[in-house]
């Protein structure tokens, strides 16, 4: 006869699942640090690159540090989100852009508020079911990503650019910048 065996959550998540809490919002952006964190889809790090400059541009920021994760499609691994809460003051994720990174990308963010940075995930639309089952698997079926028209990766530098100016709008709204 055997014992019983555990059962493993197989999204890896423990008890936190639970916290819709948001990490409190700076009272502006000016002087801060901008973290981004690259999950190595093609147009990600250019895309990430043109959100950073334009919240510098707009708001003062005080620089921003890229980061890479290590596969696309799981969420950044403990080290890394560890170092990028010690070192940035708010975060940009992105982007997803397939189903397993969409929803990788939400998850990210959400280990990001929870660690008490704000964040923004960059996603694009036509995977916004992946990434609202990724929020509701996480236990934060509210959680406020952004969705970019897709698609991102086949992108000119202008095109980019494009989509950047099209939501940044609601960046500033999610990280709670000043008008």
């Excluded at 690259?38 to 890229?66: H, W, Y």
């Excluded at 696309?72 to 003051?89: H, I, N, R, S, Y």
């Excluded at 970019?148 to 910048?177: C, F, K, T, W, Y």
Aim: glycine share 10%; hydrophobic share 40%; net charge negative.
């Amino acid at each position: 006869m055997t014992g019983r065996e555990r059962l493993l959550d197989p999204t890896g998540f423990d008890e936190r699942t639970a916290d819709t809490t948001l990490a409190p919002r700076p009272a502006g952006l000016r002087g801060l640090t901008v973290g981004l964190v690259d999950n190595t889809k093609p147009n990600a790090q250019v895309l990430l690159s043109e959100i950073a400059g334009e919240l510098s541009r707009r708001f003062g920021t005080s620089g921003s540090r890229m980061y890479t994760k290590g596969y696309f499609g799981t969420p950044m691994e403990d080290d890394l989100l560890k170092q990028v809460a010690e070192e940035c003051d708010v975060v940009v994720t992105a982007v997803g852009d397939c189903g397993s990174c969409s929803a990788a990308t939400v998850a990210d963010g959400i280990m990001l508020e929870r660690a008490g940075i704000p964040a923004v995930s960059v996603i694009s639309d036509s995977f916004l079911m992946s990434a609202r089952a990724m929020a509701s698997v996480q236990g934060f079926p509210g959680f406020e990503f952004i969705a970019v028209e897709h698609p991102v990766a086949s992108l000119d530098a202008g095109q980019l650019r494009d989509r950047v100016l099209a939501v940044m709008p609601d960046v500033q709204r999610i990280l709670g910048a000043e008008a």
